[in-house]
């Protein structure tokens, strides 16, 4: 097996940095004032969504040995290696699938598309049942309330869907329980009926320990507010590869749904893991969450490199992260019902790409993922757009705009938008000195007073950022908004060289925790550090 290449060793990648030295010295403003076909050229299309990228520090020269550099590491190899069922996700050997769960029956992949397809009709009869209210709990009255139990790519994945799409919901309100802190299903349970309460445990190994915990709660609970253990099957379905250990809970398999092992965590809205929010649409509505996701699969698979949206993406990426130095970027939606898109984004992307070793288990001498952060528009512009605008840290940021409400107050919307807009436009052109100082004249400070204020007022602009747009946030279009960044964590994953579909650096954490438990459930006594034994001593006094 060849050595793996690092990006470092591609040609393109020395005269991108010449170029990153040159482009550095100029502004995004100048690229944009000199060129009246840019805001034409810098814009990319494909399933519903609009990428405009002309307010990212770049000019033609280096987009087109960015996409050299894309040749090079035969990136095209690899979309064809995903899409062919290839094991990409090398230290597990196992391919990765997650494409297929919304394909068509002629996408390819027949056998496990076979498994993909009786899942989607097993799905798609509770989901219709529940939804239409056909699903009774142990009193006999129809089921209100889902609640999904599951964490990371179990919670994560449903509950930014059936939060985005909340404008397309029925009558049944679901809920979504991760934290292992028992506030978190305290808090979601209060106020539930037990009578109409129905739980999903949803667990790829269903051993994973938050989840457990709160599913022991969670039969408690009904067990305590009238259910007999036979009308447990009523209220509990479970979503997992692990059928054995779902049957030890007490959901019968006919109450299972399966996943499967070509499918990431953080890469399973797709499949069974969106029950609860096929629940709350209804099937029609998820289908064409699917199919979104599925015209984006299209457009990745087939449109040539210049023109390839999740390419382009991951491009800017390495650009920013591995030639210009930015160690964040940031997630800006301006639509409240996508505030939980940062969370989702953080584990596709730093579970992904967190590696620090290629494939070939290299340490690699380059940075790899970003830490990914943000929340919606307008709330961060009143708490961290000041480090965006002013601070030392370069964070490339992706405005997420759709460009109609749901709601009928089209004055307050209009208001969103000039501020997306607007913020874009001030992290390119910022706040000169001499326009810091008329600023402060203007506002009827001395010339002297201005002056000495003036630095402080100073922004630098020239803050790269993209604006994606669509014309509505719909089931279709957010699926191709998720599938967009899917494919976009793959193709960076690719130039890095590293695998994005293993996650091994959560283990030791959650062995360390065993033994942490243990201490404070008395069961063993053994010193672990100093710093660990006098904080369980301190939790042991203040819970005497
Ligand atoms: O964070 C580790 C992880 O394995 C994620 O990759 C996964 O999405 C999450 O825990 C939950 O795992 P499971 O679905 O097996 O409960």
Redesign the pocket.
């Known amino acids: 097996m060849p050595a793996q290449p690092l990006l470092t060793d591609f040609p393109a990648f020395a005269h991108l940095q010449t170029k990153a030295q040159s482009l550095q010295k100029g502004s995004i403003s100048a690229l944009i004032d000199d060129d009246t076909q840019r805001t034409l050229n810098y814009v990319r299309t494909a399933a519903g969504l609009r990428v405009d990228f002309s307010k990212y520090l770049l000019d033609d020269a280096t987009l087109a040995l960015l996409l050299q550099l894309a040749k090079q590491a035969d990136i095209q190899r690899s979309i064809a290696a995903l899409f062919g069922g290839d094991c990409v996700n090398t230290t597990e050997n196992r391919p990765a699938l997650h494409t297929l769960l919304r394909a068509d029956a002629d996408d390819g992949m027949a056998e496990q598309f076979t498994q993909v397809s009786a899942t989607r009709a097993s799905m798609q009869t509770l989901a219709d049942t529940i939804h239409h209210g056909k699903h009774q709990g142990f009193t006999g009255k129809a089921i209100t309330d889902v609640v999904n139990i ?7 994945g449903p509950r930014l869907a059936t939060q985005a799409l909340a404008p397309y919901h029925g009558s049944v309100r679901c809920h979504y329980v991760a934290n292992v802190d028992p506030a978190d299903i305290s808090m979601t349970l209060a106020g539930l009926d037990a009578q109409t309460t129905l739980f999903i445990i ?7 320990e ?2 457990l915990a709160n599913g022991l709660t969670a039969r408690q609970w009904l067990l305590d507010h009238g259910a007999s253990h036979g009308d447990l099957q009523q209220h509990f379905l479970a979503v ?3 059928l054995e250990a779902a049957a030890e809970f007490g959901i019968a398999s006919a109450n299972c749904l399966p ?1 499967w092992d070509w499918v ?3 890469y ?1 809205v797709w499949s069974a ?1 969106g029950l609860s929010t096929a629940i709350a649409i209804g099937w029609d509505r998820f289908s064409e969450f699917l199919q979104g996701a599925r015209h984006m699969d299209l457009h990745f698979r087939t449109a040539a490199h210049e023109q390839n949206v999740p390419l382009i993406l991951s491009l800017l990426e390495l650009w920013s992260c591995n030639l210009l130095g930015a160690t964040n970027h940031v997630v800006l939606p301006y639509d409240q019902s996508l505030n939980e898109l940062p969370d989702y984004l953080q ?1 596709l992307t730093m ?1 992904s790409n967190g590696k620090s070793v290629n494939l070939d288990g290299i340490t690699l001498p380059y940075h790899t993922a970003p830490v990914l952060w943000g929340s919606a528009g307008t709330i961060g512009q009143h708490s961290f757009h000041q480090l965006l605008h002013q601070g030392t840290l370069q964070c490339p940021a992706d405005f997420i705009l759709p460009l109609t409400s749901h709601t009928d107050n089209a004055e307050q919307h209009r208001r969103l938008v000039a501020n997306c807009l607007a913020q874009s436009r001030t992290l390119m052109v910022g706040r000169t000195l001499e326009q810091a100082t008329a600023t402060l004249t203007a506002r009827g400070a001395d010339m002297q007073s201005a002056q000495t204020l003036a630095p402080h007022l100073v922004m630098s602009g020239n803050r790269s950022n993209t604006v994606v747009t669509m014309e509505k946030l719909t089931p279709s279009t957010l699926g191709a908004l998720l599938a967009m960044y899917e494919h976009k964590t793959y193709c960076s994953a690719q130039l890095w060289g590293i695998n994005p579909f293993d ?1 091994w650096g ?1 283990e030791v954490g959650k062995d360390i925790g065993v033994a942490v438990y243990a201490r404070l459930q008395g069961d063993d006594e053994s010193p672990i550090d100093p710093s660990t034994d006098a904080l369980i001593a301190q939790w042991r006094e203040a819970n005497r």
Request: glycine share 18%; charged share 20%.
């Open positions: 599951g964490i990371g790519g179990s919670d994560l949803c667990s790829k190994s269903f051993r994973t938050e989840t997992t590869t692990n996943m990431g965590g953080r399973s893991v584990q579970e996650q959560v």
